[in-house]
């Protein structure tokens, strides 16, 4: 210890006389708190690096899109899907390295005891952190979508073309408002089971990975092959391949893959894949991972509501036991 | 459960300045799954000022905070902490009360100044108020350019000062401190003890200090309150548990079986006690008759010191019957420095 540890200099003690805040007031500086935190603000450099490259990768689409748009073309990215894989690696990314940060941490060094003998109630932490990971989540995957919108609005001439535009970004907007909830609560419940940030970020990418490319492989392989007959028209004059009719169209033998009830259960072995289930449920156009969710939609609703009460169940919990002083 | 409570016409509600009973519990109980109540029907009153909370590990101390912050429900009686009942008005209660916890709490990738600022915030202060009390909190405990450093680069002993300085940044009216003094070098727990007593004595703000070290905490208390297995085993001022009762405390590297039928035929009564030896304190030629011997017999002598009776000899024995100490006065073990273990006293680690 210092020499001067154990020297008070007598300034006086202070009482404070000003204005105290409640405990919604304290919730919310909580969330506040816990929302920087989820980009490292208020750390050091080093912590900001994976909040802003995965942004910065999450905008591309959207800035490519404006390009493209200002060239004359068409509106390059789907509102609804984004684009998917892209998106998946990125949540991933940013779910896996930022979780820990909210909740982890806390766990490992023991702070829990100080913020529950204050004015909060047991569940105002787990709560404050949820709303904030669920908003820093929402943050990344739905400004990409309005600059998306922006940038093709901006070259778009007539009230019918915005309106169509921003009919189109509704639904897109509601799809990533289920994702960070979903994203957001099964990361911090995968968090919150570990204080060491190492094993939790582990933890949670292993499991959204694993069940990713599950669901892949199982949409994938219970595909079944459906052969059928096309017909060709080959240019004039072109060579034409031995056996093949003179004249007129080719018949060509191609297999192609469709959908079974297998396959379009699969999807339910992942979040990514249930979420986009519930997107094509609700009528979502654009093409996704999924085949098809054939009559299952409504399952795939189910399923999105499990994972989520388990998680959101799963982390108030946890604070409910890990909150003992 | 939520009945008012008014005070008990009995209970010894004075004490140092103004206001009731910072802390009033009646027949508090708390029973755990299992043979083992925490507390058991424990009634005590508690004064302002400084009081210590003494008891061995698992005497109930860590329960009765619980309850008293409102984090934990009774199995059966009533607790009412600054005039607010713990069950109905716990928000109020953790608004006006800062508590130090005994274990390690502390971020160690965060500033003193961050960390105690952000606390601040959760104890319901605006944040340019959050700000300027992180600072003078820091700056009461003794730290000040330090505070611009992370905590992990903290000793142990300034640790602890960043932890009492989260308790005070709130401006409570009561201070919840388990065990502050844990896992300190003599001389840090002197400092930390000095400047929990500055805090008792100038800030006006009523400390409760948990300890199972007994000889730590009467130096510093006004109060105490002893609990064993959950039940209060005395509560008082610590003058009237103290008779002043002197007995001179002799280590030597070796020889103390010499030195102790020496002290005998010199017509003095010394008492074995771990390595030490203690005789009753009469007046000053004692000290003489002791060096006398010392010198005659050529002994190494480690340490001569004068004590108090502690307060831990009065639970060393039925606290029913203190005459049973007073006679030989030196049948309590003791001391800031060397822990002894009477197997009966609350002092064990």
């Known amino acids: 210890m210092s020499a001067e540890t154990g020297v008070i200099h007598d300034i006086g003690y202070r009482r404070y006389t000003g204005r105290r805040l409640g405990r919604a007031q304290i919730v ?37 899109n404006a390009v493209a748009v200002a ?18 690696v990125l949540m991933i990314i940013f779910v896996a390295a930022q979780a820990p940060e909210l909740v982890s941490r806390d766990l490992r060094s023991h702070v829990l005891p100080l913020y529950f003998c204050r ?46 535009q921003t009919r189109a970004l509704i639904p897109g907007l509601l799809v990533g408002l289920m994702w960070a909830v979903l994203l957001a609560a099964i990361g911090l419940a995968l968090a919150s089971l570990s204080g060491r940030r190492a094993y939790a970020t582990g933890a949670i990418a292993i499991y959204f990975f694993l069940t990713w490319i599950l669901a892949g492989i199982l949409i994938a392989v219970t595909q079944r092959n459906v052969a059928r007959t096309a017909f060709v028209k080959p240019p004039p ?89 | 459960m939520s009945a008012p409570l008014t ?62 912050l409102g984090l934990l429900e009774p199995t059966g009686g009533e607790a009412r902490v600054l005039g607010r009942d713990c069950q109905r008005d716990g928000e109020q209660i953790r608004g006006l009360t800062g508590y130090m916890p005994e274990h390690d709490c502390l971020p160690p990738d965060v500033t003193a100044t961050e960390f105690v600022t952000h606390l601040g915030r959760m104890s319901g202060l605006p944040p340019t108020a959050a700000k300027e009390r992180a600072a003078e909190s820091l700056r009461h405990v003794g730290l000040y350019e330090e505070r611009y450093r992370q905590i992990g680069t903290y000793s142990t002993g300034m640790k602890q000062r960043v932890k009492l300085a989260q308790a005070l940044v709130g401006d409570p009216r009561l201070l919840l401190l388990d065990e502050p003094t844990v896992g300190l070098d003599p001389a840090g727990r002197n400092s930390m003890l000095e400047l929990i007593a500055r805090i008792g004595a100038e800030f006006g703000i009523s400390i409760v200090v ?52 020496e002290l005998s035929r010199r017509g003095l009564e010394p008492r074995r006690h771990e390595r030490s030896l203690l005789v009753g304190l009469d007046d000053d030629a004692t000290y003489d008759v002791v060096r006398d011997a010392i010198a005659d017999l050529a002994l190494p002598l480690n340490r001569l010191e004068q004590r108090r009776r502690r307060v831990e000899e009065l639970f060393a024995d039925d606290p029913a019957a203190p005459e049973a100490l007073t006679g030989a006065g030196v049948g309590g073990t003791g001391g800031t420095d060397g822990p002894g273990s009477t197997p009966e006293a609350p002092h064990v680690r």
Not at chain 1, 254 to 283: C, E, K, M, N, Y
Not at chain 2, 229 to 235: D, K, Q, S, T, Y
């Open chain 1, 237 to 325: 004059g072109a060579p034409r391949p031995p056996g093949a009719p003179a004249t007129g169209p080719i018949p060509v033998h191609i297999i192609t893959q469709a959908p079974t009830t297998a396959s379009h259960l699969s999807g339910l072995v992942s979040p990514f894949t249930t979420l986009d289930g519930v997107r094509l449920w609700l009528g979502g156009t654009s093409k996704g991972p999924l085949p098809g969710v054939g009559g299952y939609g409504a399952l795939y609703g189910a399923m999105f509501l499990v994972l989520l009460a388990v998680s959101v169940g799963g982390l108030f919990a946890r604070y409910r036991k890990a909150g003992a002083l």
């Open chain 2, 210 to 261: 948990a300890s199972h070290l007994l000889g730590e905490i009467e130096r510093i208390c006004d109060h105490l309150v002893a609990i064993e297995a959950g039940r209060l085993l005395r509560a008082d001022t610590i003058t009237s548990m103290t008779q002043v009762s002197q007995v001179l405390l002799i280590d030597v590297d070796e020889g103390s079986e010499v030195l102790l039928a």
């Open chain 1, 28 to 64: 919310r500086a909580l969330y506040r708190h816990s929302l920087r935190s989820a980009f490292g603000l208020g750390r050091g450099a080093k912590a900001k690096i994976v909040p802003l490259i995965v942004f910065a990768i999450m905008c591309l689409p959207a800035i490519a």
């Open chain 1, 119 to 164: 004015p909060l109630r047991r569940m105002d932490y787990p709560l404050a952190k949820l709303a904030a990971f669920i908003t820093a989540c929402l943050a990344i995957i739905e400004i990409p979508l309005l600059l998306l919108y922006v940038g093709t609005v901006a070259q778009s001439h007539t009230p019918h073309a915005i309106w169509s």
């Open chain 2, 7 to 68: 005070a008990q016409p009995g209970a010894p509600a004075a004490g140092p300045g103004a206001g009731g009973p910072v802390i009033e519990t009646r027949a508090l109980t708390k029973r755990y799954p299992g043979p083992v109540s925490a507390l058991d029907a424990l009634t005590v009153t508690v004064a302002p000022g400084i009081t210590g909370l003494v008891g061995a590990n698992g005497a109930g101390k860590s329960t009765l905070i619980k309850i008293l």
């Open chain 1, 71 to 88: 060239n004359g073309n068409a509106r390059l990215v789907p509102y609804d899907t984004y684009v998917f894989q892209l998106r998946v």
